[in-house]
């Protein structure tokens, strides 16, 4: 006779409806008893139907949790570890992967609940003992600010286009590579919750001859075609342009924007599993600043309240606590 955990969960059922959910899993299965689990724009958009994923499904792929008595994270990322594109490294774009907490074959496997499968083929990667369970949500936020570990920042001036945690983080990267200047454009009451490492702030709609325009790297941190467009033409000739966030539809773009000003343009997709473990270190050794990039904690009984702040005010990161209902 199977046995099962039952536990409660937030289900999004169709677009801008979630609910609180009695679930089980069965006991045979690898479980996690989960801690945090953070809100990403991904989820966003999944809530405001923007994405082609399935419903239902329980959302939440930034996670720290408890497996077999052992503090863990895991990437969004599960590759099946056999394509040609696993081979050679380049799990992001395996042939057949699936996402945590959003496209795995059990539509329950996430991390908005008390519980959650574990999908097969997931890696796990310990938390360290010094690092706080929230402050762990955020390894898999840094290890999407992997692109600035594709070119060079130490001793470069920077701007970063957007002050959403992916922005955020991208400041606190560049700043622990010793970045000369940093510069970020967005929400003020975003960016200053890590002002200190901050040398140049701009209001999201600051005209680009507004600009300092001596900047060697310009990171796009918005994802969408207009934060890109606004990379380009802030950028100086023969600067580097980051595409560092996913864009949540694809659009044409041309490319004779770039040639016209030499410009190099680095993009990414998501991570390798193996992101993780420099992510992790980076993380712990700049606690102390990224714990001001949590905003709001909201138990998961308070999801509605949580969902209207996702959708109506400028936040930095936000989680959900799942020690208790």
């Known amino acids: 006779m199977t046995e099962y955990i039952e536990y409660n969960a937030l289900v999004l059922e169709k677009p801008f409806s979630l609910s609180l959910k009695r679930l089980k899993i069965p ?32 959302l939440g792929h930034e996670n720290a949790a408890e497996v077999e008595g052992k503090r863990v994270t895991w990437p ?3 590759p099946c570890g056999k394509c040609r594109n696993c081979r050679i490294g380049m799990e992001n774009v395996c042939e057949r992967n699936l996402l945590f907490g959003l496209t795995t074959t059990d539509p329950f496997a996430g991390g908005w609940g008390e519980y959650t499968p574990i999908p097969k083929d997931t890696i796990l990667y310990d938390v360290p003992d010094s690092l706080d369970d929230d402050v762990a949500v955020l390894i ?7 692109s600035l570990n594709q070119v060079d920042v130490k001793d470069k001036n920077i701007l970063i286009i957007g002050s959403g945690p992916i922005g955020l983080l991208s400041a606190v990267h560049a700043k622990y590579k010793d970045a000369s200047l940093i510069a970020i454009i967005g929400h003020k009451e975003q960016a200053m919750l890590i002002g200190k490492i901050i040398d140049e702030f ?8 507004e600009l300092r325009n001596s900047y060697d790297i310009v990171m796009d941190a918005g994802g969408n075609p207009g934060s890109l ?12 342009i980051l595409e560092g966030a996913c864009m949540p ?32 270190k980076m993380v712990e050794e700049n606690q102390n600043i990224l ?20 959708l109506n005010v400028h936040h930095g990161k936000i989680m959900f606590s799942l020690a208790e209902l």
């Open 140 to 146: 898999e936020t840094m290890a999407s600010t992997k």
């Open 249 to 280: 539809k694809c659009f044409n773009f041309d490319i004779s924007k770039l040639i016209k000003k030499e410009l190099k343009l680095f993009t990414q997709l998501g991570y390798v599993p193996n992101d993780f473990i420099w992510a992790t």
């Open 27 to 58: 006991k045979k299965l690898k479980i996690a008893k989960m801690i945090y689990s953070g809100v990403c724009g991904t989820d966003k958009h999944a809530i405001k139907g923007e994405t082609d994923i399935k419903l239902p499904v329980v």
């Open 291 to 310: 714990r001001k990039v949590i905003t709001h904690k909201f138990k998961l009984n308070e999801y509605e309240k949580a969902i209207d702040t996702i």
């Open 229 to 240: 467009e606004y990379s380009i033409r802030a950028a100086k000739p023969r600067s580097v």
């Open 202 to 209: 701009y209001e999201k709609d600051t005209p680009v001859e």
């Open 76 to 78: 969004t990322i599960i």
